[in-house]
């Protein structure tokens, strides 16, 4: 579906002597298949929108090649904008428009006829649980609604493939998980192969058959969301002791099944450990022989947050 | 047959905005028509001084014009709406001609400043306008053309400051020099020749002449040829900036 080789986009910024090159997306090979759903997650500024945007016609590359849905996309651009659905960070309706009007007249922008706009708008009101809103004004509808209604907009000429911006930003817990259903919905009941970028790692793991890590403008990991997690060795082991004295026996003895460097933080003493379930009752019984009185103990199964930080030395929430 | 299409379904599309809030068409016409009714009657006992029989041949034009060109700078204001709404680059993202995008916004424009002018034409007659009915078609057609012009260009420029306040402050900073030295007012004829000479660097000024000759049955002479001539020019140059605005990347 998507073919892209050393796709890079170079801004400048300042005039003359200060003219500087800031490369905003410097050379990404995406390679997605028919039916994937794949995950383009990075901090806000690591470049997301800016490949996104190359994908979708509206931003030239500097540099590199891409087919997107069969289309070479310096070439064909209007046969590509034809054939995929964009939904973007910022919208796509006015304020001011009636929502049933506004999905019309963006089908007929895409070449159906009004009947066929007005048809396939009023099932995919219905799909996505947006009964009744035909004839409000989209500024009545509350923020998920609204975002829905992007989503409309952008399924409106049956498109084969989906580029999601963004999608859950900005939304309430319980409309974000209503949002993923629909999202995996539309491969499941239409087929389309879906490409998302997004900044919250609970979001790429539940929605995404594969994740591609970007950071500076440089894709950093492309894998399934379960096979980057198994690159960070072990699970992570966290002890509170009770006091002070305890700190240090308790990470000589977390020291012996550890993978790595033990961490202290206060009274928290913490490491990754193989296995770490597995080597939980024989830790407990090296921390009591070796006198190390525990307030409590956590083990917690790797994240994409701890995958993000070992690939790129920040987590994902300080960039953010 | 898909660019006109596509055009149709833009221009549906902003009338549709456009009627749904009405009042701003008032508000709109209110300027000229204030003028009109409060500086008008001081024209009158003027208007052999200034070289006209008829004191409204001589204002009704440049108020046309006013409102061509004061209407079309501030279209941007509901474009850059339309940007932050996500609209320009959902739109962008269609197969739809980037022309078609400028030019259905654009007709709207000239449709909602033709059906202003009408009235301010109307309105002159019953304060006392009397002139060639020729002569006042094709000056009304002139200062609607001028509108699409001047509105293309009002959209570029808002596609390029993209933020209310810059374009407030451009669009201000525009008009007031363009609205004095076109001789909206009062004709530039009686200006000292200094005036006379930076106004004849504004093609507005021409228009605005023009079209009170033609206001007065002076149809086939210089002055409306300067003003169509001048009309065509505006018109290429705003499209052409307008539909470049559209097409570049970052707008």
């Known amino acids: 579906m998507i073919q892209a080789t050393g796709l890079a986009r170079s801004f400048f910024t300042g005039r003359r002597a200060g003219r500087a090159e800031v490369k905003a997306v ?3 090979d995406i390679s997605v298949a028919e039916g994937e759903i794949v995950g383009f997650l990075g901090p806000n500024g690591a470049g997301k929108t800016t490949t996104l945007r190359m994908l979708t016609t509206l931003l030239t590359p500097t540099a590199g090649h891409a087919t997107v849905a069969g289309y070479d996309l310096a070439t064909e651009p209007v046969k590509v904008r034809q054939a995929i659905g964009y939904v973007s960070q910022s919208g796509s309706t006015s304020s001011q428009a009636i929502a049933g009007s506004e999905i019309v007249d963006h089908g007929m922008l895409y070449g159906i006829s009004k009947q066929q706009a007005t048809t396939r708008g009023r099932e995919l009101f219905d799909q996505l649980d947006l009964d009744g809103m035909w004839n409000r004004p989209t ?29 859950t930003t900005g939304l309430d817990p319980q409309a974000r998980a209503n949002l993923w259903t629909h999202i995996s919905d539309l491969r499941t009941k239409r087929g389309s192969t879906v490409f998302l970028t997004t900044h919250y790692l609970d979001e790429a793991d539940a929605l995404c058959d594969r994740i591609m890590v970007i950071d500076h403008g440089v894709i950093v990991a492309s894998d399934t969301p379960n096979q980057l997690k198994r690159q960070v060795s072990g699970d992570l082991v966290s002890l509170t002791v009770t ?5 240090a026996r308790a990470a000589a003895t977390l020291a012996t099944v550890a993978e790595g460097d033990v961490a202290t933080d206060g009274l928290l003493v913490s490491a990754r450990v193989r296995d770490g379930g597995v080597a939980m009752p024989d830790l407990l019984r090296a921390l ?4 190390a009185s525990l307030e409590s103990i956590e083990v917690r199964r790797p994240t994409l947050d701890d995958v993000f930080l070992t690939m790129t030395g920040r987590s994902l929430r300080e960039s953010e | 047959m898909k660019f006109f299409r596509e055009t149709g379904i833009i221009f549906r599309r902003q009338l549709r905005l456009t009627l749904r809030e009405p009042q701003w068409i008032v508000i709109g016409l209110l300027q000229p028509a204030l003028y009109l009714v409060l500086f008008g009657p001081l024209l009158e006992p003027l208007s052999r001084q200034l070289g006209a029989a008829n004191a409204y041949t001589l ?24 940007y932050r709404d996500g609209v320009i680059e959902a739109e962008r993202v269609t197969p739809a001609s980037r022309t078609a995008l400028l030019l259905g916004r654009v007709l709207k424009d000239m449709l909602q400043m033709a059906i202003q002018g009408a009235i301010l034409i109307g309105l002159g007659f ?14 009304f057609i002139l200062a609607v053309v001028l509108t699409g012009s001047i509105a293309a260009a009002g959209y570029a420029l808002a596609l390029t400051v993209k933020t209310e306040d810059a374009l407030a402050a451009v669009a201000n900073g525009v008009s007031l020099p363009l609205i004095l030295l076109s001789g909206i007012l009062l004709p530039m004829s009686i200006a000292p020749l200094w005036l006379q000479r930076v106004s004849d660097l504004v093609p507005v000024k021409h228009i605005v002449t023009g079209i009170r000759d033609l206001f007065t049955g002076d149809i086939f002479s210089w002055g409306p040829f300067w003003a169509i001539f001048w009309t065509i020019i505006l018109v290429v140059a705003g499209v052409w900036i307008g539909t470049r605005t559209f097409r570049r990347q970052n707008a």
């Open chain 1, 26 to 28: 410097s050379g990404v």
């Open chain 1, 139 to 167: 500024k009545t509808l509350s923020g998920g609604q609204r975002r829905r209604l992007d989503i409309a907009m952008g399924l409106v000429h049956d498109p084969k493939l989906v580029f999601l911006d963004e999608p």
């Open chain 1, 243 to 247: 006091s002070e004295e305890d700190v």
């Open chain 1, 288 to 291: 009591d022989a070796a006198g």
């Open chain 2, 59 to 82: 204002f009704v034009p440049g108020l046309l014009v006013q409102l061509a060109v004061f209407g079309a700078l501030f279209v941007g204001f509901g474009l850059i709406g339309e």
């Open chain 2, 126 to 139: 019953a304060f006392g306008l009397r002139g060639s009915a020729v002569g006042i078609i094709v000056g």
